[in-house]
């Protein structure tokens, strides 16, 4: 929409740009939040009811594969705990157990994307702990056995679990128990769920509305205002976002401009604990990058194409080498896995391997401590490290960084470009 010729709707596009995130959040709230408590039942009889339970955790127990097809980009290496906090009605808090030497994270977006706290590993720890979650209108006292305390800067928190897994088989059992660990509670011990209406069909992942829009951004500003210093001229009327939702949309599937790392290697997010008034970028992941979280907990470099810019083709045969102490730098884990470029999604084979890393069974350097991986879809031949590629098609390939080094916190590492052979 030209602003020169229409400036209130090229104002509202900025209004809709910097309220998207919300939207959006509330949108993965109604898709992720579970319509069954284990012991309470159902929040409505009715299967096409928005009321769900809040406050009530729910697991994965499997990595995914290529059959799994609702997630785009999904990771090989780990299972997830999801669960959407509630404040209104007091603090929440999060009851975990031991996890032993495993790397897990409990990552806290606010309803605004902010990846603002962590529970796990890095920041926490792994012993057991009690986590007292509170919204802005609380100032309770805070019992003794509480081993931290978070506020929270609206009532809608979304937790964003992820616990490392070796296997499918006895590790991934043990994680299961653990998860089966994880509570969240009241100040009283009781079970903290709650029925709440989400307000929209989380399953609708096209453009809104206008009258959506405005009824589920205009309710969820009650419970999640701005954080102070961002100003926001929230429209009164569904009219001024007719034109604006369809631009904006258009705009952010098309505008994606990751940072550049160099060697053909980007990176679409880099955020620590809050986005500030980059409301572009925030609206931009919302839309394609939802639940990221902050870089020191996790980067995600991502190559689509090879050393000389050409995009990576299943029909051809490549290498990744890291040189002799040049290897990726982390505190916890790394892996590179490999999409197919049509849908987003793993790439089937004989192997079923569909990521590759620091964890890999017999994975091997060379003899001068170099670190080559394969990327083409037939099999190299023995010695050497395969990571399956798609035959004939396009393809991507995307390292994940676990508690990543001061080098790639700061940009400095010097990522190797792909080469084809």
């Known amino acids: 929409m030209n602003s020169k010729t229409n400036p209130v709707a090229h104002g509202c596009e900025a209004v809709v740009i910097q309220t998207l995130p919300l939207f959006?959040?509330?949108?993965?709230?109604?898709?992720?939040?579970?319509?069954?408590?284990?012991?309470?039942?159902?929040?409505?009889?009715?299967?096409?009811?928005?009321?769900?339970?809040?406050?009530?955790?729910?697991?994965?127990?499997?990595?995914?594969?290529?059959?799994?097809?609702?997630?785009?980009?999904?990771?090989?290496?780990?299972v997830y705990?999801?669960?959407?906090?509630?404040?209104?009605?007091?603090?929440v808090i999060i009851d975990t157990p031991d996890m032993g030497e495993r790397y897990w994270t409990l990552g806290l977006l606010d309803a605004?994307?902010?990846?603002?706290?962590?529970?796990?590993?890095?920041?926490?720890?792994?012993?057991?702990?009690?986590?007292?979650?509170?919204?802005?209108?609380?100032?309770?006292?805070?019992?003794?056995?509480?081993?931290?305390?978070?506020?929270?800067?609206?009532?809608d928190v979304w937790l964003i679990g992820r616990h490392l897994v070796e296997d499918d088989g006895e590790d991934a059992a043990r994680v299961r128990k653990s998860q089966s660990a994880m509570r969240l509670v009241r100040l009283g011990g009781t079970d903290a769920a709650l029925r709440v209406d989400t307000w929209i069909d989380g399953r609708d992942t096209g453009i809104p509305s206008a009258d959506i829009y405005l009824s589920?951004?205009?309710?969820?500003?009650?419970?999640?205002?701005?954080l102070p210093g961002e100003r926001l001229a929230w429209p009164g009327a569904a009219v001024d976002l007719a034109a604006s939702l369809p631009a904006v949309y258009e705009r952010l599937r098309?505008?994606?401009?990751?940072?550049?790392?160099?060697g053909g290697w980007a990176i679409p997010v880099l955020v620590?604990?809050?986005?500030?008034?980059?409301?572009?970028?925030?609206?931009?992941?919302?839309?394609?990058?939802?639940?990221?979280?902050?870089?020191?907990?996790?980067?995600?470099?991502?190559?689509?194409?090879?050393?000389h810019g050409a995009p990576l083709d299943g029909s051809k045969r490549y290498e990744l080498?890291?040189?002799?102490?040049?290897?990726?730098?982390?505190?916890?884990?790394?892996?590179?896995?490999?999409?197919?470029?049509?849908?987003?999604?793993?790439?089937?084979?004989?192997?079923?391997r569909y990521s590759i890393g620091d964890r890999t069974p017999g994975l091997r350097h060379d003899a001068?401590?170099?670190?080559?991986?394969?990327?083409?879809?037939?099999?190299p031949g023995p010695g050497l490290n395969w990571l399956p590629a798609p035959g004939g098609e396009l393809f991507y390939v995307v390292l994940r960084l676990y508690q990543p080094h001061a080098d790639h916190l700061e940009l400095r590492f010097d990522y190797p470009p792909i080469q084809p052979i």
């Open 112 to 155: 605004w994307t902010n990846p603002f706290a962590y529970v796990g590993r890095r920041t926490t720890g792994n012993r057991p702990q009690r986590t007292l979650v509170h919204g802005p209108g609380w100032h309770g006292a805070v019992p003794p056995d509480i081993t931290g305390t978070v506020a929270a800067p609206g009532d």
């Open 272 to 307: 620590k604990t809050h986005w500030g008034d980059d409301h572009l970028t925030r609206a931009r992941i919302a839309r394609n990058f939802i639940g990221a979280l902050g870089v020191e907990e996790a980067m995600y470099p991502t190559a689509e194409v090879d050393a």
């Open 81 to 91: 705990s999801n669960a959407w906090l509630d404040l209104s009605e007091g603090p």
């Open 24 to 78: 959006e959040m509330m949108r993965m709230r109604a898709a992720t939040t579970p319509r069954r408590h284990p012991v309470l039942g159902f929040a409505a009889p009715n299967p096409q009811s928005t009321l769900r339970w809040v406050n009530l955790f729910t697991h994965t127990h499997r990595r995914l594969g290529p059959e799994d097809k609702e997630v785009v980009s999904p990771n090989n290496d780990t």
């Open 254 to 262: 098309t505008g994606h401009q990751p940072h550049e790392l160099g």
């Open 216 to 226: 589920t951004v205009s309710a969820a500003l009650r419970r999640n205002p701005p």
């Open 321 to 352: 080498r890291f040189a002799p102490g040049r290897g990726l730098k982390v505190g916890a884990f790394w892996s590179l896995t490999m999409y197919r470029r049509s849908d987003c999604l793993f790439v089937a084979n004989p192997i079923h």
């Open 368 to 379: 001068d401590g170099s670190l080559a991986i394969r990327l083409q879809a037939e099999d």
